[in-house]
């Protein structure tokens, strides 16, 4: 047992899992999710559903979320590097609308685990990026919502790195800023 480093950061929920990289002549092998392991570590949920998207330089995705069948992502880069953001939307928490980011990269190996209740996105580091996901409920297009990416009352610090705007979707670009 043990082949993932778990760590719980400072809003309840959210887990950074560092799989351990058994690496050889050949090349390297690693688990990249373990039911029981996550289980004894706080990620004690089903998957339903996996995603993988493929974006270019300074593409940014969200900051998304579902109001019916609410998503937890395990998230993780297989290819590139993102900053990855989840915003805290749990109605009654104590961290209600702090984020966290984090650096994922193919080099790092980094996943993390954003449970149901957060706003999710990314901004794209690297020349490409394909990104990886698992999600414990279906998408639901009906119910799908979002935040600004620059929401002042998030104040997300995105590492824009002389970006003037990154590059979003119409619809990522039109969210209603929170009042
Ligand atoms: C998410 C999703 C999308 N689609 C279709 C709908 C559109 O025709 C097309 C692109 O969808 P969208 O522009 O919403 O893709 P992203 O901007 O990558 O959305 C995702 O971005 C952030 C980072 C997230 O965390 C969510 O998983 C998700 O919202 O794929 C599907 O058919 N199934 C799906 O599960």
Redesign the pocket.
């Known amino acids: 047992m043990g082949n993932f480093k778990f760590t719980q950061i400072d809003i309840e929920g959210l887990v950074i899992v560092e799989p351990k990289l058994f690496g050889d002549e050949r090349g390297y092998f690693m688990e990249t999710y373990h039911e029981e392991e996550f289980k004894n570590n706080g990620i004690s949920t089903s998957f339903v559903?996996d995603?993988q998207?493929m974006?270019k330089k300074g593409v940014l995705?969200?900051?998304?979320?579902q109001t019916r069948n609410p998503?937890g992502?395990l998230?993780r880069v297989l290819e590139g590097e993102v900053y990855d953001v989840a915003v805290d939307l749990r109605k009654g928490s104590p961290t209600f609308l702090k984020w966290h980011g984090i650096h994922l990269s193919c080099t790092n190996r980094k996943q993390f685990f954003i449970p149901e209740g957060f706003a999710?996105?990314?901004l794209v580091l690297s020349d490409v990026a394909v990104?990886s996901?698992k999600?414990t409920h279906?998408?639901d297009?009906g119910h799908?919502s979002?935040l600004l990416w620059n929401d002042p009352k998030l104040g997300i610090q995105w590492p824009l790195d002389g970006l003037v705007q990154p590059s979003l979707?119409d619809?990522?670009a039109n969210w209603k800023p929170l009042s």
């Open positions: 559903q995603n998207s974006s995705r969200g900051m998304h979320y998503q992502k998230v999710h996105g990314f990104f996901y999600c279906f998408y297009p799908e979002g979707s619809k990522d």
